[in-house]
């Protein structure tokens, strides 16, 4: 997912696939937006391919990601022109805890992590169901498809 406000989904059965946190940007040009995000990274730079663009030239155009591995969330420079910053401190890769502050330039976010709320298992299960229901509906389509052939 791109950018967005809207809350995502989030359960502890998938919390290794899914990355359920909130970027609430403290300065900088996009400073007063949330961004919330789930999936396995969230990758941010100048590059329009990013989760969250930025838009000043000190941030390389991939420059940093937030991965979780078994749970535990990471902010990773990605070998950038002008570096990450970590509570004050340049780093290359370092553990991040619920209202760490990073900063890209001169944009900096406060990390979050998402409370797990039944309306985000409730949401996660309702998009569970509609991809199901696609796949259903393409299988569908391929016998019927390769029936006539």
Known sequence: MKQTDE?????????????????????????????????????????????????????????????CEDGVYYLEDLKSNNGTYLQGRPIEREKLQNGHVFRIGETAFRFETLPKTEANTTKFWTLAAIALGLLLVAGLIFVAVTKHW
């Open 7 to 67: 809350e995502q989904p989030s359960s502890g059965l998938f919390q290794a696939v899914f990355l359920p946190v909130r970027l609430i940007c403290v300065s900088g040009s996009l400073q007063g937006r949330e961004f919330e995000q789930w999936g396995s990274h969230l990758v941010l730079g100048r590059s329009t391919g990013n989760d969250i663009v930025l838009s000043e030239e000190t941030a390389s155009k991939v420059h940093a990601r937030i991965v």
